[in-house]
Nanobody, 125 residues
Framework: VQLQALGGGLVQTGGSLRLSCAATGRHFDNYAMGWFRQAPGKERAFVAGINRSGLNSKYADFVKGRFTISRDNHENTLYLQMNRLEPEDTAVYYC???????????????????WGQGTLVTVSS
């Protein structure tokens, strides 16, 4: 599967943004998906993950209650709704996919073997 992350941009503190990740290829619903981010000068970090069906998800503590991950398996698209954005959320956001046979949600970067190119989110103070 090939991934393309879209929707990044400049937003003020407290604002919202929705990222999307368009997947091309077959069997999108056989992939567990995730969002990661890399802030300037920092390592890439897990943000949120979702299982194949979309019924189970997991979040990093620093986004709980503010971000929501979802997917539309008919449209082959993954989403990340980001609310109450803070300057600390400024980063390049990546979507990622891993083939899965079960219902798992994955947070480990090394678990994912398909990555999109990243989209930049900048939150101004």
């Amino acid at each position: 599967v090939q991934l393309q992350a879209l929707g990044g941009g400049l937003v003020q503190t407290g604002g919202s943004l929705r990222l999307s990740c368009a997947a091309t290829g077959r069997h999108f619903d056989n992939y567990a998906m995730g969002w990661f981010r890399q802030a300037p000068g920092k390592e890439r970090a897990f943000v949120a993950g979702i299982n194949r069906s979309g019924l189970n998800s997991k979040y990093a503590d620093f986004v709980k209650g503010r971000f929501t991950i979802s997917r539309d398996n008919h449209e082959n698209t993954l989403y990340l709704q980001m609310n109450r954005l803070e300057p600390e959320d400024t980063a390049v956001y990546y979507c990622a996919a891993t083939w899965d046979h079960g219902r798992a949600v994955y947070s480990g970067e090394n678990t994912y073997n398909n990555w999109g190119q990243g989209t930049l989110v900048t939150v101004s103070s």
